[in-house]
């Protein structure tokens, strides 16, 4: 689970609502009234802001998912579930809770590299033995094939949801996110993905190895979410990592 937290009062428009930072997509319709893809992160736990000598500070909570990719503590989640934040934490499925600094992120691809920095009083056997996620080959997915969502919805960890690849190389306007610049393909599943999968695994059932990262659904349509191939992510990972942040070359036109 990826948890965090953003200082509105350090801002100078604050996002008004529950905390659960929705994105610019709206009622899920664009301008003409078409169908637009929504993409989210996590609906806060809420918990009551702290008291101060200046009074009560004003804090927008919010959560999603990810997954541990090698065993130095980085992870991979979506850009948009850590978005602005001031502070990310990190909780595993055993319990143990990290603070974890943004690396590197790409708005475009909707990919952040966390890592986890252990604090002071963490000892190396803490922080050691992480569970690491093992990444498959996205290009060898077929149609039919069953894979399952993690995540942890509104608050629910380790939830899995199941279903299977419904289609492959869904383009950014048909998925409803034209702002993509066409750089990358979708996975599409009738797997059920809610507000809090975000940044967290597709995983291909018969291997184990995850073969995407939950990221959005279809406005206005049941059982049509989307998944970031995991063959997109090895190609950009390696530079969020180390801070840089990948640059995307496409051709202004379109074709019909």
Same mark, same amino acid.
């Given at each position: 689970?990826?948890?965090?937290e953003t200082?509105l009062?350090?801002?100078e428009?604050?996002t008004? @609502?529950? =905390? ?17 893809g929504?993409v989210?992160?996590? %609906?806060?736990?809420a ?10 500070r004003?804090?927008?909570?919010g959560q999603g998912?990810?997954? %541990?990719?090698n065993?130095? @503590?980085?992870?991979l989640t ?10 990310i934490? %990190?909780?595993l499925?055993? *319990?143990?809770?990290f603070r974890?600094?943004?690396?590197g992120?790409?708005?475009i691809v ?5 890592? !986890?920095?252990?604090? #002071?009083?963490q000892t190396?056997?803490?922080?050691s033995?992480?569970?690491v996620?093992q990444l498959?080959? #996205? ?8 894979v399952t969502? !993690? ?8 939830t /899995? ?9 869904? /383009?950014?306007n048909?998925? *409803?996110?034209p702002?993509?610049m ?13 507000? @809090?999968?975000s940044?967290?695994?597709l ?5 184990g190895? %995850? ?5 959005c659904?279809?406005a206005?349509m049941?059982?049509t979410?989307f998944?970031i191939?995991t063959n ?10 180390? =801070?840089?942040t990948?640059?995307? @070359?496409y051709l202004?036109v379109?074709?019909?």
């Amino acid at each position: 689970r990826v948890e965090t937290e953003t200082d509105l009062d350090a801002q100078e428009e604050p996002t008004e @609502g529950n =905390g659960s930072r929705q994105s610019e997509q709206g009622d899920g319709y664009n301008g003409e009234g078409e169908d637009r893809g929504d993409v989210f992160d996590g %609906i806060p736990e809420a918990p009551p802001p702290s008291e101060s000598n200046s009074g009560p500070r004003n804090i927008d909570f919010g959560q999603g998912s990810g997954m %541990i990719v090698n065993k130095e @503590g980085y992870i991979l989640t979506n850009a948009h579930v850590v978005d602005g934040s001031n502070r990310i934490y %990190i909780t595993l499925t055993d *319990g143990r809770r990290f603070r974890a600094e943004l690396q590197g992120s790409d708005d475009i691809v909707d990919i952040a590299v966390l890592k !986890i920095v252990p604090e #002071s009083d963490q000892t190396n056997e803490i922080v050691s033995n992480l569970p690491v996620a093992q990444l498959g080959d #996205s290009d060898q997915l077929e149609v039919g094939q069953f894979v399952t969502a !993690i995540g942890c919805p509104g608050g629910l960890d380790n939830t /899995c949801t199941i279903g299977i690849i419904s289609g492959l190389k869904r /383009c950014p306007n048909t998925v *409803g996110i034209p702002d993509k610049m066409g750089v990358l393909d979708y996975i599409q599943t009738d797997a059920a993905i809610n507000q @809090g999968n975000s940044g967290g695994p597709l995983v291909d059932v018969e291997s184990g190895n %995850i073969v995407g990262i939950n990221t959005c659904i279809r406005a206005n349509m049941e059982g049509t979410s989307f998944a970031i191939p995991t063959n997109k992510i090895l190609a950009i990972v390696d530079d969020l990592a180390i =801070g840089v942040t990948p640059t995307h @070359g496409y051709l202004g036109v379109d074709m019909t």
